[in-house]
């Protein structure tokens, strides 16, 4: 029973009595339950968006934790409150209250009142330019794998236009049944007293229950998890205390737990998000857990338990250590002396420090130890693994408790290509297909999501991209078991041929890198002399002059080769030639080969161009240009641009059998010019 201060015992008990039955009939309390616990929040106006915690079903294992408190005030939620800073005042979330907890503070305007939206209950409320929602919902315990905690989250968002100074606090008023003073646990310590833990000296999780042999609750708070905020510091302290100051007091480091102003044992536990600066429009998250406690117990003269995550996730890059905590509780009538408790780890796991057992020496009747570890996933095991505690004593019997932990594998990448096996030769002397797809799918065979998926192809020479995909390619998130497809178009140029190997790989966040190959074959293409371009229209003049077309005759491919000759046939009343220069085929490294001859200019035909690579190794190339013909247009008309007298040679200097394709020219005046 919380009373104000000021008010004897029978007339707070009095009161309390005729207000919780004033404000049940006049007031509201919004609930959603599921098989293991029962989230209430006040719908107000009084305390609108406090909210209270208690057992549905509890630990399936026991009976003793059915329909049990966990926060206090079940029935009307009022004394555990969240304080939101603002710019250096601290505001009580929600509606306003004349009781103690939070009495007198600032509170804001409740704009969206607690109401239930799916498997939710929601609240919103406005502190000038602060908006902050309140969410309640059920989530999965880390020590359990079930849904017997509840999640206690706000979103704070700046609405202004300048930035702001935000802080969070979530006073939780604990109560374990009909038990509203029972200590505390975190880490190593049974926390009787007022203590205060700061960063790093956070626990992972805080646990409470009155006794290892015969406990009614075990309860849990979770600080480290997947979708919690770590606070920035943890106070355990009386209730009256919290609910005097909404945010900080003169700490009373070392009190016991006794209601400041009354005389019972009353346990809460402060979470603090310090103040920093919150930006025009941005949204920041707290959130934590609080719920049934997982401890696997095993109770006996000695009385032991044990708890740890039920599910851990393993990283490649980091894998993290995890907590493991065995409470010793003596149990029987007299002293357990020489008392030691020892941990032990199966294949896929190992202690940080490898110091297995701890000596406890002397335990008195009633009297509770705890001894806590950390233990480390080794990656040579996932799945179910076991930790066992073990204790033993001089003259008590000795005692053991197993409980299972799930190391979940990280992200597993698993690349499998699809594609042409062979490239076939058309008639016309191409391939086909050509352009070709190239598909890999990419499946996640771990039991963890992979972030910042990156799949990338690495194309061998001969195949080029022929498609605007990027060679790289990024997918955010592939979850546990779905598979992601990624598709690319490639060219073969025909140079080299024979197997050619592609590669794709896989990478993500805490994955290691997987790859696939896939060999397409490349038959050889035979070598064709162009004309380029193949087909083209040109005008007869440009500004006024005679307009000059530059003509190629290009090689493709170039299989190793040395040198080559061609004579390329006009139609003199159409163009004339000028000049000839020579193509890279003939060029290495900026150095002119030798020996090369311009050809003879000719009428109707520019003769014998070309040359040979004597000084120059062989060329490899999917397509080279052997020499270039500038001609100037002379008049109207069609013209065939044919080759004749065409020598390709190859390695040593032999004659290579290869095609000729000839080409077309076109001049003609734009429909509608004047001459």
């Not at 509203?180 to 049974?190: K, N, Q, V, Y």
């Not at 005097?244 to 400041?260: Q, S």
């Not at 890059?317 to 357990?336: H, K, Q, T």
């Not at 000759?565 to 020579?582: I, K, W």
């Amino acid at each position: 029973m919380r009373a104000d201060r000021g008010l004897s015992w029978l007339a707070a008990a009095l009161l309390a009595v005729w207000a919780a039955g004033a404000i049940a009939a006049a007031g509201q309390v919004v609930s959603i339950s599921n098989e293991f616990i029962r989230i209430r929040v006040n719908a107000g106006p009084e305390e609108a968006g406090r909210l209270a915690v208690e057992t549905t079903g509890g630990d399936p294992s026991r009976t003793s934790d059915n329909e049990q408190v966990l926060i206090y005030g079940a029935a009307e939620p009022w004394t555990s409150y969240t304080t939101v800073w603002v710019e250096g005042q601290a505001y009580v979330f929600g509606g306003p209250t004349q009781r103690r907890a939070g009495k007198g503070a600032p509170v804001g305007v409740v704009v969206d009142a607690p109401q239930v939206v799916g498997d939710t209950i929601k609240c919103t409320t406005r502190f000038g330019d602060i908006e902050v929602r309140q969410e309640l919902g059920f989530a999965r315990s880390p020590t359990t794998r079930v849904k017997d905690a509840a999640r206690i989250a706000y979103y704070v968002t700046n609405r202004g236009a300048g930035p702001r100074s935000v802080g969070l606090r979530i006073m939780l008023d604990t109560m374990l049944g009909a038990n509203d003073g029972a200590p505390l646990r975190a880490g190593e310590r049974a926390v009787t007293t007022a203590t205060r833990f700061v960063g790093s000296g956070i626990p992972d999780y805080w646990q409470a229950f009155d006794s290892l042999g015969n406990p009614a609750v075990i309860s849990q708070g979770v600080l480290r998890a997947a979708g919690v905020t770590p606070p920035d510091r943890m106070e355990m302290v009386d209730w009256g205390t919290l609910a005097d100051h909404p945010w900080d007091f003169d700490f009373p480091e070392g009190a016991d737990f006794t209601r400041a102003g009354e005389v019972e044992q009353d346990t809460a536990v402060a979470l603090y998000w310090e103040p920093r600066p919150l930006a025009p429009g941005e949204t920041r998250m707290y959130a934590t857990l609080y719920g049934v406690g997982g401890v696997t117990l095993s109770p006996a003269q000695l009385s032991l338990g044990l708890t740890a995550p039920a599910e851990v996730d393993y990283d490649y890059d980091d894998p993290r250590a995890f907590s493991v905590l065995a409470y010793i509780e003596n149990s029987g009538g007299f002293e357990s002396r020489g008392t030691r408790c020892r941990l032990e780890v199966g294949r896929g796991l190992a202690i940080e420090d490898g110091v297995g057992e701890v000596g406890l020496g002397l335990l008195r009747p009633g009297e509770t130890r705890q001894v806590s570890w950390r233990v480390r996933p080794t990656g040579d095991a996932w799945g179910p693994l076991t930790i066992t505690a073990s204790v033993t004593s001089e003259n008590i019997e000795p005692n053991r408790v197993v409980r299972e932990v799930v190391v979940n594998s990280p992200p597993r990448l698993a690349v499998t290509i699809e594609g042409p096996r062979a490239l076939e030769v058309t008639p016309e002397n191409r391939y086909s297909p050509n352009p070709f797809e190239l598909r890999a799918t990419v499946r996640n065979e771990g039991a963890q999501a992979a972030g910042n998926l990156v799949v990338e192809i690495s194309l061998p020479d001969g195949l080029r991209p022929a498609g605007a995909e990027p060679l790289t390619q990024v997918r955010g998130r592939l979850g546990a078991g779905e598979s992601a497809s990624f598709a690319w178009r490639a060219r073969a140029t025909g140079m080299p041929t024979g197997e050619l190997t592609t590669t794709v790989s896989a990478t993500a966040a805490g994955a290691r890198r997987a790859e696939a190959r896939h060999v397409v074959r490349v038959p050889w293409l035979t070598p064709e002399l162009r004309v380029y371009p193949p087909q083209q229209t040109v005008p007869p003049e440009s500004d006024g002059r005679p307009t000059m077309v530059p003509i190629s005759v290009r090689l493709a491919p170039a299989r190793e080769f040395t040198g080559g000759r061609v004579s390329l046939r006009y139609d003199p009343a159409v163009l004339t030639p000028l000049y000839v220069s020579r193509g890279e085929a003939f060029v290495e490294a900026g150095r002119l080969l030798a020996p090369w001859t311009e050809g003879r200019i000719e009428e109707g035909v520019v003769r014998d161009v070309g040359g040979e690579r004597a000084d120059a190794p062989p060329l490899n190339a999917p397509e080279v240009t052997l020499f270039t013909v500038v001609f100037m247009v002379r008049a109207e008309g069609a013209t065939g641009l044919e080759l004749e007298e065409t020598t390709v040679l190859g390695a040593g200097g032999r004659t290579v059998d290869h095609r000729a394709i000839s080409g077309t020219l076109d001049v003609r005046a734009a429909e509608g010019s004047e001459r």
